[in-house]
């Protein structure tokens, strides 16, 4: 974490003298330590990679950066709020600026000065002081960037901050080694624990953060930690020849390890899941289809479906996956072909974030910012509407967002006629939330509520397209029938680079106030495409169910 503008940030003016005559290659420091609890042999190979220094070596450098630290400017919408979150807790905290990384041998340097300046100067001896992002370097070679040390009433306090509501092991292992270099820089420590997001905190503006943390203890945990022992296997890994592997979930998932490519104990790429495979029934289906002797849905012959799947929508799967195309029950189309006019199409976006910004909202709940809506008062008379909200964070949206909405529906009002949104059980909690929050809106809010025709449990019912391979998501829907549309990809039609990989990713990019004008307004008009593309394909499928016909 760079020095917050809300946080005193401290730094010497010249570099200090190693504690240790560690080189370069010999410290050792968080993302060390949990890479080899992870795994040796990603451990050995970054360490002979920073060793070398090759080309090759410092691309995989980049990509395996580690992942402790915990201080992060997108952990709410603007960087700020973070530091208003600390500095309420923290008043008289400073914080330390963070060295470039394991390379920068002066910046860490400058850092461990910088911490022990602070503690010299007093900092945790005032009433709301702390260190942010304290640098330690210990006489055994480690050196550390903990979140935060603190003052307690006989002691000091190490603190893992982490912006959710829960932790994991490492977050006890990287605890623990900081425990472990901040006694061997000769610190007093009362104790260490885990801050962690209370989401019962309701935030009250103008920066009044107090009460949105909460403290677990470590302190008992530490002793299944022998960070010692530890540090000297680390150091005998890094000297000998290639560990074996551990491999596991760690070797994929949605940061995999940058060295797979070249391990011969990793497991194999996960295939995607078959069309034809029995796993797109589900789970217990599945099951009881493998114990008959089946293996692929295509094993079945018509009287063996009829047999063991019972259900119609099973039937559907099996008839879609044997016939190699979508399958569309007549009974679909006879009932969208009742529904009457006017029809709409809706689609929303939310955003929840840590830190929350805006007042009256807690941590991680589910806000409203973006609105798409299609409008056809009868066949051909298509409008289009839609509300983003502004780029200014200091403003909740929420009222703005509801009545924008409404007055999207003059002179038509939402009584009349179908608004089509898929799995709409998430439309129908935010509404019922607004209507809540806003007592003078909540009759044409809960008015809109009830005219909510869900496509999720009518397709689950009476459809099934192979490519959806088992997934109801509305990407997955989206992908299998109207690929051409991109709704199923976020900034499909942009042709700049990707700038975020979700709405509200992008959403946090555009309130950052660190953003240029030119990206902000590039991230806004990929978040209004995408509404549309969205509610194109709502729209697509509707038409294409209705047309099913016996």
């Known amino acids: 974490m760079q020095a ?31 890479r080899w609890r992870q795994c040796p042999r990603r451990y050995w190979w970054q360490r002979e990679a920073l060793a070398a220094g090759s080309a090759v070596a410092a691309d995989a450098l980049s ?60 900092v945790l001896d005032a009433e709301g002081g702390a260190i942010v992002g304290a640098c330690l370097a210990s006489d055994d070679g480690v050196r550390v960037r903990a979140d935060l040390l603190a003052p307690g009433e006989r002691g000091l306090r190490v603190l893992r901050l982490r912006h959710a509501t829960a932790g994991n092991e490492a977050d006890v292992d990287a605890a623990a080694l900081w425990a472990h270099v901040a006694a061997r820089s000769g610190l007093r420590l009362q104790g260490v624990a885990l801050r962690l997001v209370d989401t019962d905190f309701v935030y009250p503006g103008h920066g009044l953060y107090a009460g949105l943390y909460r403290d677990s203890d470590l ?52 295939e995607a899941t078959a069309p034809d495979a029995l796993a797109v029934l589900g789970r217990d289906h599945a099951q009881r289809l493998r114990a008959a002797g089946f293996a692929r849905l295509g094993e079945l012959s018509a009287a063996q479906a009829a047999a063991q799947l019972g259900e119609p929508r099973l039937q559907h799967i099996w008839q879609a996956v044997t016939q190699g195309a979508p399958v569309i029950a007549p009974a679909l189309g006879a ?24 007042a009256g909202t807690r941590p991680y709940q589910a806000l409203p910012f973006q609105w798409t809506l299609a409008d056809e008062s ?16 200091g403003t909740d949206p929420r009222r703005a967002w509801a009545e924008s909405l409404l007055a999207a529906a003059a002179p038509v009002p939402f009584e009349a006629g179908p608004v089509f949104a898929y799995n709409a059980g998430y439309e129908r909690n935010r509404l019922a939330e607004l209507a809540t929050l806003f007592d003078d809106l909540a009759p044409a809010l809960l008015a ?25 998501s509305f990407r997955a829907v989206a992908r299998a029938f109207v690929p ?42 990929a978040l209004l495409a995408h509404g549309r593309r969205q509610v194109q394909v709502l729209m697509a499928l509707t038409r294409r169910f209705e047309q099913a016909a016996p």
């Open 219 to 270: 302190s008992p945990m530490l002793g299944s930690r022998p960070v010692p022992a530890w540090l000297v296997a680390m150091r005998q890994c890094a000297r000998g020849g290639l560990p074996a592997a551990t491999p596991g979930a760690h070797c994929g998932g949605a940061a995999p390890c940058p060295w797979r490519p070249r391990c011969d104990a990793a497991p194999p790429e996960p």
């Open 63 to 122: 990509a395996d950066d580690g992942s402790s630290h915990a201080l992060r400017p997108d952990d709410g919408p603007v960087g700020a709020a973070v530091g208003q979150a600390l500095r309420a807790s923290h008043p008289m905290g400073v914080e330390i600026v963070a060295p470039a990384g394991p390379h920068d041998a002066p910046g860490w340097a400058l850092a461990v000065r910088a911490t022990a300046a602070a503690l010299d100067a007093g």
């Open 4 to 34: 917050s503008p809300d946080m005193a940030a401290t730094s010497p003016a010249s570099p200090a003298t190693a504690t240790t005559s560690a080189t370069q290659q010999d410290w050792l420091d968080t993302d060390d330590l949990l």
């Open 484 to 525: 051409e549309l991109g709704g199923h990809r976020f900034g499909a039609d942009s042709p700049l680079p990707p700038l975020a990989a979700s709405p509200a990713e992008a959403m946090a990019r555009a309130l950052h106030p660190g953003t240029s004008a030119p990206v902000r307004e590039a991230l806004r008009g």
């Open 335 to 358: 009932q969208l072909r009742a529904m009457p006019w006017p029809r709409r199409w809706l689609r929303i976006d939310t955003l929840g974030y840590a830190v929350p910004v805006w």
């Open 378 to 393: 009868g066949p051909g008379t298509l409008l289009w509407h839609a509300y983003l909200a502004g780029a200014g964070a």
């Open 448 to 472: 809109l509520q009830a005219r909510l025709v869900d496509l999720y449990p009518l397709m689950r019912a009476h459809v099934y397209h192979p490519e959806m391979r088992g997934a109801w």
